[in-house]
């Protein structure tokens, strides 16, 4: 109980308590001004002469200086004047000890060059509590204004930024303002609610418009490369061997990515990091995805295989929640799930349940789409962002073909093809702007939307292929088809690309004020 | 002399009033004056010998303030009237001036240790 007296009495004397500097080169008046000032409450510091308060008042925030006219060297008038030369001190206020008799020019001098007051030397109790009291109460009410000038300065920035298009709230920096209950409190609380309720709606927007785009991207993906199977089927039709298609195929979209990056001007000179880049990539995707889609068909029904094939979307996801690359929602896995019964359900009618030994090989199957998570996550983690999309696709594209090339002399799978152009020509060169396409789109969709929407081309890979299938090369299209690429279209909206780390900046009429 | 004709007990009264009102900062004032104001006197007496008129004119300024909180009002009227002579350059013999001020010194002095007395 008398504990708390005791603090609530504590709290009433700081709250009121001032930091206040003496400043007399007698030592009886030092200690006489420390005890009176002390007896009102107030915390004291003390200075013997002008150089030493000029010290003190450059440390310490002093709220009111009681300061002694007449002192050896550096007097009192040096000091007022001194002090006004600094904005720290500008402001403290002065009250100027005088014995008054016959010094009235003196005082006038020292409130000419800033002093707020003065006091005769020999002072009243009730006179110095009085003259500190009104010093005190100015000097709060200038502190209080220079506070509410600087929140005045504080809107006036956040609105200029808000004009610049950046609604973002973080950037208005308004936070500390918002929480004071005043009236400048409460007009940046809705200031700031303002421009964050504009942000989201506009961030959703944006989401939504990039869901769009990605979505159609992947569309365009599948499309693209679930031509690739019915080409090769007619390819092989015309007697080539896979092998020796491959590095044709792989050489043409090199040839025709690399031109379009010289056409840009943009033919990079690699570093040893850049082009250890593009090897392993060329092995990735040149090398070991063809090898395993070699063997994985000869055991694996066709069917079974591109489901197989869809879990890549699975995979990315579960290196993103590992690794914490990506976002990794529920939502997101939920839409993951939607696109794989898409497929499962076109799958389904195709399946031939008859192969009962292709259970070993199935688990054989599920590097396929292994390779193809480890080639999705490489290219958003670490793709050289700085060199151009075509030059990046055109060099893998090279690379894997030259490294292919041993391996089909070796195995006599060498196609030759020329000089003069048949169809089996035709359909090479035209192979050859399928894959690049189909890996351009593909490379530039990791790049804006992440490896984990991209993963999703899988699903539509699939559906294209039986599209396609059917328009080439007459197969039979289940109308099941139709509504499992309803359904896949559905988890992409769930699955939403990857959230961009960059703030949007929205453009408003009232931007251009010329 | 006693020390009621030499010693303001009113300006005494403010002084104490004004540190607060407790007896034993009024003594450890008393103190300080005992200690101080024979240095300041000292500085008075060298300037004076020297002809410095600045600095008998500050130091005088300091003894002539001291004695008004103490209440030696003769002390502080002959300090104050040496000090505007600095001030206007009007002294004729400082040394005499300060000599007679610092017998009204010994007085206050004497007549402040009796003060301190009845106080303790």
């Known amino acids: ?514 | 002399m006693t020390s009621e004709f030499v010693i303001d007990r009113a300006a005494l009264q403010r002084l104490l009033d004004v540190i607060g009102g407790d007896p034993e900062d009024l003594a450890e004032l008393l103190e300080e004056f005992e200690d101080a104001t024979p240095k300041t006197l000292q500085k008075m007496e060298a300037a004076a010998g020297s002809g410095d008129l600045d600095a008998l004119r500050i130091s005088t300024h300091s003894l002539k303030s001291n004695g008004r909180d103490f209440g030696a009002t003769a002390l502080a009227q002959l300090c104050e009237a040496l000090e505007y002579d600095c001030r206007d350059g009007t002294v004729d013999d400082p040394v005499k001036r300060v000599a007679a001020i610092a017998v009204e010194l010994d007085r206050a002095r004497s007549a402040l240790a009796i003060v301190s007395k009845e106080h303790e």
């Open chain 1, 1 to 514: 109980m008398n504990d708390s007296t005791v603090n609530l009495s504590e709290t009433t004397e700081t709250v009121s308590s001032a930091r206040i500097l003496v400043v007399d080169d007698d030592r009886l008046n030092r200690m006489k001004m420390r005890k009176a000032v002390q007896h009102l409450g107030h915390r004291v510091d003390v200075a013997e002469n002008g150089v030493e308060a000029l010290e003190a008042l450059n440390s310490t925030p002093y709220d009111v200086v009681l300061l002694d006219i007449i002192m050896p060297e550096m007097d009192g008038f040096d000091v007022l004047a001194e002090m006004k030369k600094h904005d720290e001190m500008r402001d403290v206020p002065v009250i100027v000890i005088s014995a008054l008799d016959d010094e009235t020019e003196s005082v006038v001098k020292a409130i000419e060059l800033g002093a707020e007051d003065f006091l005769p030397k020999s002072f009243d109790p009730v006179l110095l509590r009085a003259r500190v009291g009104a010093s005190l109460t100015k000097k709060r009410f200038r502190d209080q204004e220079k506070e509410y000038f600087g929140r005045i300065e504080r809107l006036t920035v956040a609105a200029e930024i808000l004009e610049s298009g950046r609604f973002n709230p973080e950037s208005l920096d308004l936070e500390d303002l918002a929480q004071k209950n005043d009236p400048l409190g409460r007009l940046a609380a809705v200031f700031r609610g303002m421009a964050a309720e504009i942000y989201q709606r506009e961030l959703k927007l944006k989401r939504a418009i990039q869901t769009l785009q990605g979505t159609f991207l992947v569309l365009a993906v599948g499309l693209v490369w679930g031509l690739t199977p019915a080409l090769s089927r007619m390819a092989s039709g015309l007697g080539s061997q896979p092998l020796g298609l491959a590095i044709w195929v792989n050489g043409i979209a090199a040839v025709f990515c690399l031109s379009i990056a010289a056409y840009r001007g943009k033919i990079p000179r690699l570093n040893f990091k850049e082009f250890m880049f593009f090897v392993y990539w060329a092995i990735i995707a040149g090398i070991l995805q063809r090898m395993t889609t070699f063997v994985a068909t000869e055991h694996v029904e066709a069917a079974m295989l591109s489901l197989v094939v869809t879990l890549q979307g699975f995979m990315v996801f579960a290196f993103a929640a590992i690794t914490g690359m990506e976002r990794a929602s529920p939502r997101r896995l939920i839409g993951l799930i939607v696109g794989l019964v898409g497929v499962s359900l076109v799958l389904y009618t195709r399946f031939d349940g008859t192969n009962g030994a292709q259970n070993a090989w199935l688990l054989f199957a599920l590097l396929l789409p292994l390779l193809f998570a480890v080639e999705a996550i490489v290219l958003a983690g670490k793709r050289p962002e700085n060199i151009d999309i075509f030059a990046s696709v055109g060099l893998m594209m090279a690379f894997s073909a030259i490294m292919l090339t041993p391996w089909a002399y070796f195995s006599g799978d060498l196609l030759s093809l020329g000089p003069q152009v048949g169809r089996l020509e035709f359909l090479v060169v035209l192979m050859g702007i399928v894959a690049a396409s189909s890996l351009l789109l593909a490379f530039h969709l990791i790049a804006t939307a992440g490896a984990v929407f991209y993963s999703q081309s899988a699903y539509a890979m699939t559906i294209a292929g039986v599209v396609w299938g059917m328009l080439l090369l007459s197969e039979e299209l289940s109308f099941l088809a139709w509504g499992a690429f309803a359904i896949i279209v559905v988890g992409m909206y769930l699955v939403e690309p990857k959230a961009n780390d960059e703030e949007l900046v929205i453009k408003r009429s009232f931007n251009d004020r010329n």
